[in-house]
C-alpha cells in the first residue's frame, strides 16, 4: 500500500499531556491508536520499486515482500520508542537509538537496508549512498560498505569545507539549509539516499536536489520509517522505499 491510498488532510500533531521523561515503548501487539496521529498503515509493504512521477502516482505494484525482510521490519519497528512532545508540542518522536544500542538488533539493520536496497531499488551496482545528517550517518556508512559504495554525506550549512551547493527546505519542524561538496559526486554516478524518517519530506527533497545538482544518477530513496500521513513521498521525484510506516501511538505502563 502506498501513502496515495491515504486521506489527503494531514493531522493537527495535538497530544494530550503526559510525562514527557516516559518514553512509549513500541507493541508488537499493535495496539490502538491513542493520538491524534494516523494509525499504523496495514497492510503495509510501505515501500514501491514502481515508477513515481514527480508529484508522486505510482504506477506499478510492488514485487513480494522477502519474508526475511518482514521478520527483520517487526523486530526493528519493536525496538523503537516514542516521546509525546518532543522536541516541540505536538510532535510524537521516533526515536531509533535502541537500535544501536544492541549489536544484534544494529546487524538486523543494516541487513534489513541491505535487503530493501538490493531487492527493490536495483541488483545493479549502487555508486554512492549519501546519508542526511545526523541520524542518516548512523548506519548509511555501514550500508555503503555491504554495498561496495562509496559514502556521502548531506550536511547542515556551515560543516562542510570548500565549495559547496546549498539548499534550504522545511521539515516537520523547523526550518534548515542542507550542503554537499561540490566535488562528492561525479556526474552520472547511481546514487541512493538514505534516511532514518521522511516525515514531511521537505530534508529529503533537498538532499535528492542537491544530489542532482551534482549530475548523480538518483535510483531511490530509502528510509527505516515513513510518516505516511505526512505525504512526504509527494515531494520527491524517485521511487521511495522504507522498512515501515505509518505512527501510532503505543501504549505504555507508565500512562
Ligand atoms: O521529512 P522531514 O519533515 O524533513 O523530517 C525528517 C528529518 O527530520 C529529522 O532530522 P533532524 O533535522 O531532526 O536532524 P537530526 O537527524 O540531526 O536529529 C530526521 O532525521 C530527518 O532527517
Ligand atoms: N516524528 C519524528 N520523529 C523522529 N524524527 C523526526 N523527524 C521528523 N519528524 C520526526
Do not use: W
Not at 141 to 147: D, E, V
Not at 201 to 230: I, P, Q, T
Amino acid at each position: 500500500m502506498s501513502s496515495s491510498n491515504l486521506p489527503s488532510t494531514a493531522p493537527s500533531h495535538g497530544h494530550p499531556a503526559k510525562d514527557l521523561q516516559q518514553p512509549l515503548t513500541n507493541s508488537s501487539t499493535n495496539p490502538p491508536s491513542t493520538s491524534s496521529h494516523r494509525p499504523r498503515s496495514n497492510p503495509d509493504p510501505t515501500t514501491s520499486n514502481a515508477s513515481q512521477t514527480p508529484q508522486g502516482s505510482l504506477t506499478a505494484t510492488p514485487p513480494t515482500r522477502p519474508p526475511e525482510l518482514a521478520r527483520l521490519e517487526v523486530t526493528l519497528r519493536s525496538a523503537l520508542r516514542q516521546y509525546p512532545d518532543f522536541p516541540s508540542p505536538g510532535i510524537l518522536f521516533e526515536d531509533i537509538m535502541p537500535l544501536f544500542v544492541s549489536p544484534a538488533l544494529h546487524e538486523d539493520l543494516i541487513h534489513a537496508l541491505h535487503l530493501l536496497v538490493t531487492h527493490y531499488v536495483t541488483s545493479q551496482k549502487i555508486d554512492v549512498v549519501v546519508g542526511l545528517e545526523s541520524r542518516g550517518f548512523l548506519f548509511g556508512p555501514s550500508l555503503a560498505l555491504r554495498l561496495g559504495a562509496a559514502f556521502v554525506p548531506v550536511r547542515k550549512k556551515g560543516k562542510l569545507p570548500g565549495p559547496c551547493e546549498t539548499e534550504g527546505f522545511q521539515k516537520e519542524y523547523g526550518a534548515d539549509e542542507f550542503q554537499m561538496q561540490s566535488d562528492a559526486i561525479k556526474p552520472g554516478q547511481r546514487v541512493v539516499i538514505v534516511d532514518d524518517i521522511i516525515a514531511t519530506g521537505g530534508s529529503a527533497a533537498a538532499a535528492g536536489k542537491l544530489v542532482r545538482k551534482l549530475g548523480g544518477d538518483l535510483l531511490a530513496f530509502a528510509f527505516l520509517m515513513e510518516l505516511d500521513f505526512l505525504k512526504g513521498r509527494d515531494k520527491l521525484d524517485a521511487p521511495v522505499h522504507t522498512l515501515f510506516a505509518g505512527q501510532e501511538e503505543a501504549l505504555s505502563s507508565t500512562r
